[in-house]
């Protein structure tokens, strides 16, 4: 097990999608999303997440220690500022040993994944989070680790 300390986060990032039209990349991207949150890393290759390799990586023993991946958003450059023609998907998850969040606090991981992703894609600048706002559920690594 990688993990296993409150003070253990991990963040594993990556792209989905590349330069496919906005339609088929929502298609993409749902269905990629819908096997992470299923934990199914066999159905995760190059061609629905460029860093398809680390992500599996993190989602065999997540679901060998049976985690809970829950999808926060997805979104790609076309919903941003760029053109519908070529797209990059885009998608924020958390993953849970259990679900200790509450309908609160996933709004305000919501609001953050989404203020998150669009400073990134509209300016490529990184967003300053002060993680000693959030409520300790969303703060201690026990109860919470980071996904895609």
Not at 80 to 100: D, F, K, N, P
């Amino acid at each position: 097990m990688v993990w296993g300390g409150e003070e253990t986060l991990i963040i594993v990032s990556s792209d989905l999608s590349h330069y496919h039209t906005y339609a088929v990349a929502q298609k993409m991207d749902a269905a990629t999303s819908d096997a992470i949150a299923d934990l199914a890393l066999e159905r995760i290759g190059p061609q629905h997440a460029c860093g398809c390799m680390p992500l599996r990586g993190l989602l065999a023993p997540a679901r060998d220690e049976q985690m809970h991946i829950s999808v926060l958003a997805t979104i790609n450059s076309g919903d941003t500022a760029g053109s519908h023609e070529r797209v990059v998907g885009y998608g924020a998850y958390t993953l849970t040993e259990q679900a200790h969040c509450t309908a609160h606090d996933k709004a305000g991981l919501l609001e953050l994944a989404w203020r998150t992703l669009k400073t990134g894609v509209a300016s490529g600048n990184k967003l300053a989070v002060n993680a000693d706002s959030f409520p300790a559920a969303l703060t201690s690594a026990r109860h919470l680790r980071h996904a895609a």
